[in-house]
Structures are given as structure tokens and as C-alpha cells.
């Protein structure tokens, strides 16, 4: 038995209202609220994820309306009663999907393909104007308009999961060189949620004019310091790999992904007059409260067992700068 049979009947075992609570909170939690950037060449499109478009990619006929589906979903008392399965919404297409809902989040923080003008059975004349796959699923999103058609930004939004790579569907695919993320209600790009160095050459003025300062300097810093010291690097892959996983709007989890980045810097020999600046460089306006935060964060750091070992003054090693 293969493992896609395997996993096809792992989830005619499971309660099919169960996989769509599981689903929507991840979608609650990870996307909605969120606006991400996806870069690729001198091109970008930016992406947001509506509460009401959950309901269509989950594959099942309901009479309750996109937005309640979507409540009762992720506080968990969506009824089996609610869902049903008919001929445009048969079982087995929601089975390829829901092996795929849950994982609609690691489209914003891994290697990916845009897709461009996808072609399907349903969309022939019209395509998909843009489409998101990791070679196991896609996503096909369109302009985000409301039903009678009118524009409610310039982002595109999902509207189809295929259990599928649609690059054979597609006129154009583009490998995604970097993924940023911003709260919805942010100016700014503030958080890097995937980033292929090697890949990101000269990023285009009005990428960088949609990015924060601390954004801005990490993707420069990433891609031009090629020597750069080990102190600075432990710090920023913390730093970017734990922002890519939590919510811009989260102050006290940001100070800890930050209190862990200098803790591993100062593991790797980093200054302490360094880690704060690449505090002060590199953390989002979120948590920048008060004007010692960068120091508050550093002393957190350096009262890790571990750290406050290296710093003892009989180790004879200082992490501070000498004048």
C-alpha cells in the first residue's frame, strides 16, 4: 500500500468535522489577520487569507453562511449535523483536500512556486490569476473582490485547494525568492517568513519601500555579508526562524523569540554591546516600548544558565567592548 492510499483511508477513518476544527484553527492562528509578500525576480503579489474563504476550501456543502462556518469551526462546535456531501461536493474531493487544509500554512513559511493564469476543468475561460504549490498541493487565488464584483484591495486571495501540482496548468512558474509577513492593520512588512539567499539579488524599491527598517536590514544583511561573524548569524537564523512562526501582534512571544537569538548569539561568543544592536537592527516596531527595551531584552539573555556560565569572571571571557 502506497503512502497516499494510506493516508486517503487514515482519513476516512477520522470524523471529517474534526479535520476541519483542526484546520481552522490553524488558518485563525497562522493566516487570517495576516497579509504575506511573496517576491519572485523583480515581480511580488501580496496575499491575504478572509475568514470566509475557509468554508470553500474545505470542500463541503453547508447552509450556514461563510463566516459562521468559520466561528463555529474554530471554537469547536461545528456539528456533523451541518456539513454534508453531495454531487458538487462529493466525499472523496474533500478527502484530497483535507489532506492538504492543515498544511495551507506552510505555503507562508517554506519554498514554493507562483503560479500564474491557471487553466482547470472549471476555470477554462477564466483562469486563476495566481496559484501557490509546494509540488503536493495549490492553492489558486484570484483578485479580492466581493460578489458583485468589486475590488476590496489589490491583494489576492484563495479560492480553490487542488490536490495537485498545478504547474502543468499554468502559463508561468516562478520559484519565490522571499516571504514577508505584516498584521493587517500594519503599514509595514515587519516579520521575513521564508528567505532563499542565494536566490535574492537586487530586491526592487518598492519591495523595500513595503518594508520595515528591522525587515530591510535583515534581508540585506543575509544576502550581502557573505563573511558574515558566526555571533551575528546564530542571532538573526533565531531570530528569523521564530518570528516565522508566530503571530506579529504577539509582544510577549516576539521578546522571547528575541531573548533567544541573543542568547544564542552570546553562546557564539557575540559582544553584548553587538547583540544590542542587532536587537535595536532587527526587532519589529511591536515590541519596542520602551527605550532600554534592547538592553531589558539582553539582560533576560544573559540571565540564561548557560550564558550567565560563560560570563563568570573567572571563565576570563567578556562579552563587553573595551575602551
Given at each position: ?36 509578500l511573496?517576491?519572485?525576480?523583480s ?23 461563510a ?7 474554530t ?17 472523496d ?5 483535507a ?7 506552510a ?91 542565494e ?6 524599491k ?21 563573511d558574515?561573524?558566526?555571533?551575528q ?5 533565531t ?15 516576539i521578546?522571547?523569540v ?8 552570546l ?20 515590541v519596542?516600548g ?34
Amino acid at each position: 500500500m502506497g503512502a497516499r492510499e494510506g493516508t486517503h483511508r487514515t482519513l476516512r477513518r477520522r470524523n471529517p468535522v474534526d479535520i476541519i476544527i483542526r484546520a481552522a484553527r490553524i488558518y485563525q492562528e497562522r493566516l487570517s489577520g495576516n497579509v504575506f509578500l511573496y517576491a519572485f525576480g523583480s515581480q511580488y503579489i501580496e496575499v491575504e487569507f478572509p475568514t470566509e474563504n475557509f468554508r470553500h476550501l474545505a470542500g463541503v456543502y453547508t447552509r450556514l453562511s461563510a463566516e459562521r462556518f468559520f466561528q463555529l469551526a474554530t471554537k469547536g462546535e461545528l456539528m456533523p449535523y451541518r456539513i454534508q456531501f453531495t454531487e458538487r461536493h462529493p466525499y472523496d474531493l474533500f478527502l484530497r483536500k483535507a489532506k492538504h487544509l492543515h498544511e495551507i500554512a506552510a505555503l507562508t513559511s517554506s519554498s514554493c512556486l507562483v503560479l500564474q493564469n491557471i487553466r482547470t476543468s472549471t476555470r477554462k475561460e477564466k483562469p486563476f490569476e495566481f496559484g501557490l504549490t509546494n509540488h503536493s498541493f495549490t492553492l489558486c487565488m484570484g483578485q479580492n473582490a466581493d460578489m458583485q464584483g468589486r475590488l476590496k484591495n489589490l491583494h489576492v486571495v484563495p479560492y480553490s485547494l487542488r490536490d495537485e501540482d498545478c504547474q502543468g496548468r499554468s502559463e508561468e512558474q516562478h520559484p519565490v525568492t522571499f516571504i514577508l509577513r505584516k498584521r493587517a492593520d500594519q503599514k509595514k512588512y515587519d516579520t521575513i517568513c521564508y528567505l532563499d539567499a542565494e536566490k535574492t539579488q537586487q530586491i526592487s524599491k518598492a519591495i523595500q519601500t513595503k518594508m520595515s527598517k528591522g525587515a530591510w536590514n535583515a534581508i540585506r544583511d543575509v544576502r550581502s555579508l557573505k563573511d558574515w561573524q558566526v555571533a551575528q548569524k546564530a542571532f538573526l537564523h533565531t531570530f528569523m526562524d521564530g518570528m516565522s512562526r508566530i503571530r506579529t501582534d504577539k509582544v510577549q512571544k516576539i521578546t522571547s523569540v528575541l531573548v533567544r537569538a541573543a542568547r544564542q548569539s552570546l553562546l557564539n561568543d557575540g559582544l553584548q554591546a553587538d547583540v544590542k544592536d542587532y536587537i535595536e537592527r532587527y526587532a519589529p516596531a511591536a515590541v519596542r516600548g520602551s527605550k532600554n527595551f534592547a538592553q531589558e531584552i539582553l539582560d533576560k539573555a544573559l540571565q540564561e544558565p548557560d550564558v550567565a556560565e560563560l560570563v563568570k569572571p573567572e571563565q576570563g571571557k567578556s562579552f563587553v567592548h573595551s575602551t
